[in-house]
């Protein structure tokens, strides 16, 4: 090995390669982002999320406000999930200057950044652009998921109390009350509360704040929440506000005796995916009347699997061996005020599932397991943050690929990697990109198309509003459930409140 000059010559086994550095060249591995920026440019997503923040810095020393919002920006697009981690964005030349930055600040900047910033002008703003995002979308049918996750803590964090945690059992914990639009994969809202505060009673003033918020004519078809929400409290609200809901019910010993009787009725009918469903009426202790309950069973044709503690503590599986004629059964009982047939309700509550798809990438593939500070309010707002980007970025993956939800670990290698150079000449900015992808012409067939789409709106921009513009694009990513129609929305409604 010797050694030349700006560089080094190695011996592979590919034969000698001569390596050399060019920190002079501006370029990213973020090499797609263009066409997101665009998406956001074109929907007028990203330059009022920024301009209607309330951070303001009175030293001439201090970063501006829009390269610590784009930091945190690239930060989340990223999917990094640690404050530490931002450096590890400073060395691209690229992505800063496509959102006007002028550099990307450091990991202190970004964590302070809301310090000392007022928690309730910081809700009013993210609370106003989640609402613009998903504001149009909400004329047409729709169904609301509450649910609740946990995120499991390792300092000494406002809030870190220890409740229900089931991954792990005994650690201080935030709990994330969470407000759905079913099977879009879109947040409306998140409150970060206290470990120790898990139950539905905790999550009833959010959401309806929410639905207060987002006015009548945007409520959904009905709310849908498991067994935390099947008490009196929150079905009396539901009743009271004229809104539909379907929940789960606890397995109680008066909810096991209405099972009991109607075991042997002959009026089960077919539930779907192996499920048998008959209605009935149900009021527990506590409930201030009868209520419509479907209760759904399925035969287990497999061995049953029973888990206990054995003598020192530890966890052991034990199976029960039966055979014909002994008929094994899992039942479920759901209350719900929806005049749908049994098996409506029961594939409206299979399909409340897709929530927990919805945590798993939230928290697993974004940022909702990390940006920890001690107190609660920066928490809060990092929370608000990831699911507004978040939902920017399921937008537009969705007008790319309309057919489905791709998750952050498939689509971010697919429409956002690539190696990207800027160059500029005669007075031209070029960005050339090298995917590394295995499926570089799909991603490529696919992007451009969206920026023809793109060059199709900038034609017509002229003569729309922004929210007319949104409006547009929202009903070209949802062409496939509108059949082409454009939203109905009003035309001059302003969502951003």
Not at 120 to 128: D, K, N, P, V, Y
Not at 308 to 331: H, N, T
Not at 418 to 441: C, D, F, N, P, Y
Request: hydrophobic share 40%; proline share 4%; charged share 25%.
């Amino acid at each position: 090995m010797s050694v030349v000059e700006q560089g080094v010559c190695l011996d592979t086994y590919g034969g000698k390669v001569h390596i050399e550095w060019d920190p002079g060249a501006a370029v990213t591995p973020l090499g797609q982002l263009p066409f997101f920026v665009a998406f956001l440019k074109a929907g007028g997503l990203y330059n009022p999320w920024v301009s209607d923040c309330p951070l303001w810095y009175r030293s001439p020393n201090a970063p501006s406000k829009r390269d610590v919002l784009g930091t945190l920006f690239l930060s989340i697009l990223s999917g990094y999930r640690r404050y530490a981690r931002v450096s590890g964005l400073q060395g691209d030349g690229v992505s800063p200057e496509l959102l006007g930055m002028s550099k990307v600040v450091s990991e202190d900047s970004v964590r302070r950044a809301f310090l000392g910033a007022d928690a309730g002008a910081c809700s009013a703003w993210q609370e106003r652009h989640l609402d613009f995002g998903s504001g149009p979308l909400l004329y047409e049918p729709w169904i609301l998921d509450v649910d609740t996750t946990v995120k499991p803590l390792y300092g000494h964090q406002e809030g870190a109390e220890v409740g229900f945690n089931p991954s792990k059992p005994g650690r201080p914990s935030h709990t994330y009350h969470t407000y759905f639009v079913a099977n879009l994969r879109l947040v409306l809202d998140v409150e970060v509360q206290a470990g120790n505060r898990t139950a539905a009673q905790y999550s009833r003033p959010g959401l309806w704040a929410l639905l207060d918020r987002l006015g009548r004519a945007r409520w959904p078809r009905f709310v849908r929440g498991d067994c935390a929400w099947g008490n009196e409290g929150p079905m009396r609200e539901c009743e009271d506000r004229g809104l539909d809901y379907l929940f789960k019910v606890r397995q109680t010993a008066n909810v096991r005796r209405l099972i009991v009787r109607l075991f042997s009725r002959r009026e089960w009918v077919d539930a779907g995916q192996g499920w048998e469903g008959i209605e009935s009426r149900l009021q527990l202790t506590g409930w201030s009347r009868s209520r419509r309950v479907v209760v759904l069973r399925r035969r287990l044709r497999d061995d049953v699997a029973l888990v206990g503690q054995g003598k020192r503590g530890q966890l052991e599986m034990a199976f029960i061996e039966s055979g014909d004629p002994l008929a094994k059964y899992e039942y479920a009982v759901l209350v719900t005020s929806l005049s749908e047939p049994a098996l409506t309700v029961a594939q409206h509550y299979r399909d409340r599932a897709d929530a927990e798809n919805n945590f798993d990438e939230l928290k697993n593939h974004w940022g909702w397991c990390g940006f920890t500070t001690h107190d609660l309010k920066r928490c809060q707002i990092m929370a608000r943050a990831v699911a507004q980007v978040y939902n920017w970025w399921s937008l537009f993956v969705r007008l790319a690929i309309p057919e489905r939800h791709a998750e952050a670990m498939t689509s971010r290698p697919l429409l956002l990697h690539g190696v990207g150079k800027l160059t500029r000449h005669a007075g031209q900015t070029k960005v050339t990109i090298t995917s590394m992808h295995g499926k570089e012409k799909k991603s490529r067939k696919i992007l451009l198309a969206v920026g023809r789409l793109f060059q199709t709106l900038d034609s017509i921009a002229e003569q729309l509003t922004r929210v007319e513009r949104w409006r547009w694009l929202l009903s070209a990513i949802f062409r496939k459930f509108l059949g082409g129609r454009l939203l109905r929305a009003p035309l001059m409604l302003d969502f951003s409140g």
